[in-house]
């Protein structure tokens, strides 16, 4: 994290160490994923998934194996130092030493007082054996990654001890109080490098005196003269009052110099050297820190194990709207999870930057911040050794696809240190098990299902090399689109999506642009979009390659529910008269004003009858004209299970209608209007009333198994009542019902249900979430997930929220916690499709339909039965 007030250089060290601890309590980890890929020479990403009570947290490691001292070490920064980069281009810069890995590294101040240098770091930083910036004057406060001359890699305290210009003839020596540490106060001499700054200060400081140094010799002295260029080999020292004088009394052009730089660690010994603000870990324990910034934030981290073995560079995700982040004491113990033994801790927030080299010999960003800022400096990593000799080869493909589709595959030349060099492909051939390939396009098409061996094999007249990869090839046997059913109006549309599966659930998102429908003048599909024109109600088949799916559509109509509002629709009480307004002509109304007159508003509501209710059965979405005065205005209208709601008219007009829409489809009929007088005399006045009638779609026509509850339905089941099941009238409902106690157990999915049962034969979990994320979950629900999981039971888990609506991300996690358990599992949750059981890589999932509209308009109930026996799930008839 960036830090960005600056009262003076001295002060700041001191207010900083003051920051305290105050953050939240650390996370409770939950569960963790990790997986391990060998990118570079020596070199291996590992990535982190953790979930705790708090949320998920996504942590990149790059692990580097120090065994055969292949690799160098150096710190490198933009081309222009003062202004700062990102670290992708400060590695990208140095391609030619072939670097594989760099974190960032310093703090840094971003100066607001001076353009002259716009970034300096609050630690030390060393380059190349040269000095970028001199430690904090605050001693043993910000140790720093040290890599030595004799290659060494150390964490240690740098404190600068003295910095001074010697004139070797006369032995004078003039005291330094800073190197490259620029705030746009020259109250103490600072001495600059060439290759920091590009040009002297200039004359914007009075009484200034600016010495330029060269190879030893001083150069030039000016004093408030125009800022001249300087070249990076050059060094500038800048002073003002009682320090220039001496500087101008003590030398002269032509005077033999010398830079006396004295740190704890000598500047002869070092080759780099960065800075963190803390040890993180020390020796395997976790230290007090000298500074901290304080909450869950992305970071960046560099330590190694305790065998010297192995460096870690490590960036923390977070601030992306998935990782939270870590603070400093949860990235300490995290460290210490993992093997390592000393850390300190780098700058973080958007800061963090994990840059390395790919398979494929690219850089590549190993991080996830949602922003990125520049940074002063970054330690990166050089592999020495390499050969040039093809060894073996990277084989970039998928390896779990369909036969049958295209894949991009790329391959890649590694020689024995895993550097990725070029070949010629002439004398490179790729084999699908024994049957020779084309891949000049970087596409190839897997041929049969069952596992398939993809073969390289490379020989010209000095080498030879053989490389494999085995790949899972799934037979596609299912069609399957994003939306099970459509139900539109003319002139809507609906994009969809389209899926290829085998049988046990494995997938692939196929070009929408392939798919093909049948022709119909209801309707139009093309480049994946389906436009509805016409009324129409049926099965739609869609085709790709041999496979075609189809689903139910229904393309409705708008249509006229009472046109008019008099004593034929309505019946009313005494007080409450009806007449025709010359203004119904001029406004093409047909119904009649409805005006009331009482003496007192206290206590005060009547109702206006519908004599006939407005049948809503296949209406989603009523219409209608209204203004009022002086009067609160309901719809009375009862439910599908026979209650009565009254939905407010808000927002009324009385001077002109005003036209209102209200979604009908959880409603049966339209049976009265109430109304609550606000004073005395008012008025109502409503019109045209229109609906939008629904085809539904015939989903009751759709083949799927259905058992019924009293036979062909295992007695090892668990049973849950869908929506339908509710709405059924209660002698059916009576009948079935009789029929559940011979089943395990029975839950209706529209009661509340307890957090969770543990029962003899199986344990059930419900969950809940907030914003539809299973990142909502409380850590209590993430804590009887990780219980139950452990427990040697069938397991069900119901969610409140669709699994097909959640993330990628979030269903792998799900599953990958369930396909690891030893007795079988399943998921339950609602749709607002139809009733139906899928599979997701192996895993039965049951859909339970929550669509009011389908239930008002069919006399049919199918629920879900969970078989814990054999993980299977049903659909059972319940009419």
Known sequence: MKMKKFLSFVSFATILSLVLSAFAKPYTEILRFKTTQQIAPRTYYEKYELL???????????????IDGGFDFDVIKSSVANTGDFVYNMVYNQIDKNPVAAINANFFYTNTKTDYNKIWPIGISVSGGKILSSPSNKQNSFPAFVYTNSNEILFDYINGLSYKLVNIDSGYEFKIAHINKFTGDLTYPILFTGD????????????????????????????????????????????????AKNLKTNFKVGDKVSLKIDLSIPLEKIK????????????????????????????????????GRYLYLVAVDGRNGKSIGLSQGELAMFLQSIGVWTAINLDGGYSTQLIAKDNDGNLKAFYNTG??????????????????????????CPDKVFAGEEYPIKVFAKDRFYNTITYDA???????????????????????????????????????????????????????????????????????????????????????????????????????????????????????KDLKCSIPVGIGQTTQLLRSFDYLALSWPKGVSMFLSSKNKTQGKYSNKIYFSISSTKGKSFKLDFKTPVDLTNISKISFDLCAKNVKVYLGFKMLNGTQKEVEIAQLKSDNFKSYSLNVESYKTLD???????????????????????????????????????????????????????????DIKKKVE?????????????????????????????????????LDFSFYQWIRIKNLSAEKKPLIVVLDIPFESLRQDEKDILIRLLKSRKAPSMIICPTSDYTRVERYDTLYIGYASSNNLLVKSSTKSINLACDVEKGYIYLARGY
């Open 426 to 544: 002439v004398y490179l051939k790729v084999y699908q098990d024994a049957y020779e390939i084309d891949i000049k396009d970087g596409i190839f098409t897997p041929y049969k299902d069952g596992v398939v061996t993809i073969s390289c094999v490379y020989e010209d007249v000095y080498q030879k090399a053989l490389a494999q990869k085995k790949i899972s090839v799934y037979k596609p046997e299912i069609l399957a689109t994003s939306k099970k059913q459509l139900y539109l109006l003319p002139g809507e549309f609906a994009a969809l999506r389209f899926y290829i599966k085998d049988k046990v659930g494995h997938f692939k998102e196929i070009d929408p642009r392939k798919v093909q429908a049948e022709k119909n003048p209801a309707f139009e599909f093309k480049d994946g979009v389906f436009r509805a024109k016409s009324n129409f109600r049926g099965f739609v088949t869609f085709t790709y």
């Open 738 to 774: 009789s029929n559940l106690g011979s089943y395990l157990k029975c839950y209706s999915l529209e009661k509340d249900n307890p957090p969770y049962e543990k029962n003899e034969k199986f344990n059930i979990v419900f969950l809940r979430t907030k914003s539809g994320s299973i």
């Open 371 to 396: 922003e990125t800022r520049k940074v002063f400096d970054s330690i990166a990593a050089f592999y020495k050794y390499r050969d040039d000799k093809i060894a073996t080869f990277y084989i970039d």
């Open 52 to 66: 705790t009570d708090e949320g998920f947290v996504d942590i990149n490691c790059i692990k580097l194996d120090l």
């Open 272 to 307: 780099a050297a960065a800075s963190g603000n803390t040890f993180l870990l020390k020796d395997g324990k976790i230290p007090t820190f000298t500074h901290e910034i304080a909450g869950r934030h992305p970071r960046s981290a560099i330590g190694i194990d305790k065998s």
């Open 196 to 243: 920091y700054v590009q040009k002297t200060i200039g004359n914007k400081y009075k009484g200034i005196v600016e010495i330029i140094i060269k190879d030893g010799i001083i150069t030039d002295i000016r004093e408030e003269a125009p800022a001249v260029a300087l070249d990076k080999s050059e060094y500038l020292l800048a002073a003002t009052g009682n320090y």
């Open 672 to 730: 009265y209007i109430l109304l609550i007088p606000q004073k005395t005399q008012g008025y109502i006045w409503i019109d045209n009333l229109t609906g939008d009638i629904v085809n539904t779609p015939p989903v009751e026509s759709i083949n799927q198994y259905v058992a019924k509850f009293d036979e062909k339905l295992a007695k090892s089941s668990v049973i849950f009542l869908t929506k339908s099941f509710e709405s059924l009238p209660s």
